[in-house]
């Protein structure tokens, strides 16, 4: 037998996670894995779907502000830009 903590133990007892008992141990990954299963159950509901965009208006490149088409074709890099 040995002796931690105040408590005895048999020689094939394993000591718990910085005292905690086993309940408290189980309750800690209850709760995280809730509140994974809420986070990852939100994930897509913020993101608006094609189809679902409101107010967005198509433009040809031609149409939009030189400033905006200039940063366009900066950030294309040369590739091409086409309408999806």
Partial sequence: MQRYAGRTFGSSASL???GRNDHEICVGLSAVLLGLAVGCSHHDKG???????G?????????????VRATLMREAGGATIKDR
Wanted: proline share 9%.
């Fill in 16 to 18: 718990s996670v910085s």
């Fill in 47 to 53: 993101e608006a779907k094609e189809g679902e965009e």
């Fill in 55 to 67: 107010n967005e208006v198509k433009m040809t490149l031609d149409q939009v502000p030189a400033p």
